[in-house]
């Protein structure tokens, strides 16, 4: 058994933002549009594009990432894994701070 840093989509403001990472060398961030819903805002090395949405329960560091109903390229529900090795690390940045 360990803990981990972790962060519940719904604790989150609009325009909330997560910053993502994970191996290798990629990382996201994701703005948020409220219930559950975010919004990709910037993409490095990563499938996610900006523009994209998608819903997420929970951040997890050391954990995959795993997103729903996702919208891609004009295509919707489909869903997105990402640190499948190794898990993401991420940083919450508040709105009105």
Avoid at 13 to 18: F, L, S, T
Avoid at 78 to 83: K, N
Wanted: charged share 25%.
């Amino acid at each position: 058994m360990f803990f981990s840093k972790a962060c519940l989509s719904n604790e989150l403001q609009v325009g909330d933002e997560v910053i993502v990472r994970w191996l290798p060398d990629r990382s996201c961030t994701f703005r948020c549009l409220g219930n559950n819903m975010f919004e990709v805002t910037r993409s490095r090395n990563a499938q996610l594009s900006v523009g994209d949405t998608f819903c997420c329960d929970l951040f997890v560091e050391g954990e995959m990432l795993k997103v729903y109903k996702l919208t891609h390229d004009g295509k919707g529900d489909m869903a997105y894994h990402a640190g499948k090795a190794g898990g993401i690390k991420f940083n919450v940045r508040r709105k009105n701070k």
